[in-house]
């Protein structure tokens, strides 16, 4: 193999398996450097990282984990932000990340934010991608799913004939702007939710813990002056799950914040604008590289 062929060699997605506290986790990891963990959100899992772990692989140490009740880890007895960003603490130690810059959409924003405020000397930085929590307005097929009895059929749709393949199609076309964008990994990692009784049903009880009929009930807003790490803000102009606006009013009240808006993209633009966002990530990363090795030491809340 010659020089520059190994240079631009990626380094292989590695699948672990380990117990976190009695949990069987299942994570993906790809590369060497600063750590750098990516949250998914509530009916996905981690293959919905796959092209962003590969591209960010080159200069960090990538972590992708699924969630308790998604994919290949198990559940927790709670769904609620409180035990799983608990959990992530503990998985955080087992996978040995040290300081790391988190990184969440969806749900997965909720708890990346979160994570940050509850132990803030061991995060170097925050990315909160279309991220939950930050305001009360909610897709209405959301809101009706999470505080209506008519949101106990969706696991069901696990279980009929076709019914996976009717409710990745649902989820493509609500929450992207341009469906035929997602690429191939998205569908497959989609499909394997879908075809999950479990992994919907923790989906559900996921939506109930922080959505209601009337909107999201759950809002850390006051909270994120105390932020003082830097994030960056992520969304796409076209979500129609969680409205973009939640991003701005967000970015104001976090002290060292940059928001960037992802023109022709809906709820799902880690996938739909994938390339976009890993730029993104690639240049917050940089930064927060630099401000690491001009401010070493850790700030506490």
Known sequence: MSPSSARNQKPPVIHHHIDVDGTATHYIESGKGSPVLLLHGAGANSGNWLQTVESLSGEHRVVAVDLPGYGDTASLDRKDPAATVAFLWRFAESAGLGRHVVVGHSFGGLLALLMALERPEQVRGVVAVAAGGLGRAISPVAAIQAGTPLGDLTPLLATVPGGPQLLVTGVAAVGAARPWRLPMSWWKSQLKAASSYRDLRTALSTFRATVGLWGQHQSILGRLPELSMPVLVLWGLQDRMVPFWHG??????????????????????????????????????????????????????
């Open 248 to 301: 701005v009013r967000a970015a104001r009240r976090i002290p060292h914040s940059d928001l960037h808006l992802m023109p022709c993209s809906g709820h799902l633009v880690i996938n739909e604008s994938g390339r976009a966002v890993q730029q993104q990530l690639a240049e917050f990363l940089r930064k927060t590289e630099l401000l690491t090795a001009q401010d070493p030491k850790p700030k506490r809340g």
